[in-house]
């Protein structure tokens, strides 16, 4: 028996995933990474203009995505749907794993949450921005080349099974449990 999910058993899990709120959700789980490869489970964190979520190391790491290696503010966040997480690997201690930063029950798909969708987070609010968030060696290395085909797939990436990019446009307090939601 493999310790990855199969591709099928992911599809299985496609219908739950589309039914999550589309208007109005919540903030499952809330990682802060501290160093490459760190994770620290909070319920609660802050988030700032230039440092995104307050003691994360986005800020400090070096983005290959960048020209001079500075870190990119649209690529701050990274927020997944825990339906899709939760299809992918069944214990939920392994979800900070994927390297998101907020796992949340909430529809993320490109017709839902497109670039440019403002999102309350407590009383924090993000933007989704254009840059695609996708499944990468290390995820696949995580959870099976399976989940990769999975969160890379069209399907895949119109639900944005992989999740979203974000900035923070309004610096705020988010606490598991809080909600997320549309800004209109």
């Known amino acids: 028996m493999s310790e990855f999910k199969t591709l099928g058993e992911m599809e299985a899990r496609l219908d739950d995933i589309r039914e999550a709120p589309s208007e109005?959700?919540?903030?499952?789980?809330?990682?802060?990474?501290?160093?490459?490869?760190?994770?620290?489970?909070?319920?609660?964190?802050?988030?700032?203009?230039?440092?995104?979520?307050?003691?994360?190391?986005?800020?400090?790491?070096?983005?290959?995505?960048?020209?001079?290696?500075?870190?990119?503010?649209?690529?701050?966040?990274?927020?997944?749907?825990?339906r899709a997480v939760a299809a992918i690997t069944d214990t939920e201690d392994n979800w900070p794993l994927a390297g998101d930063q907020f796992y949340v029950d909430f529809d993320l798909s490109e017709d839902n949450?497109?670039?440019?969708?403002?999102?309350?987070?407590?009383?924090?609010?993000?933007?989704?921005?254009?840059?695609?968030?996708?499944?990468?060696?290390?995820?696949?290395?995580?959870?099976?080349?399976?989940?990769?085909?999975?969160?890379n797939s069209e399907l895949g990436k119109s639900l944005h099974l992989r999740g979203v990019n974000a900035r923070v446009i309004k610096p705020g307090t988010v606490v598991k449990g809080d909600c997320i939601r549309k800004i209109s």
């Open 24 to 82: 109005k959700g919540s903030i499952a789980m809330i990682v802060i990474r501290p160093e490459t490869n760190e994770r620290a489970v909070t319920v609660s964190c802050e988030l700032d203009h230039e440092l995104g979520l307050v003691g994360d190391n986005w800020h400090a790491r070096v983005d290959k995505h960048t020209v001079d290696g500075s870190p990119d503010p649209r690529r701050q966040l990274t927020i997944m749907n825990v």
């Open 113 to 151: 949450t497109p670039p440019g969708t403002q999102l309350s987070l407590g009383d924090a609010v993000v933007e989704v921005t254009e840059l695609p968030h996708l499944g990468c060696g290390k995820f696949g290395n995580r959870f099976g080349k399976d989940a990769n085909m999975f969160v």
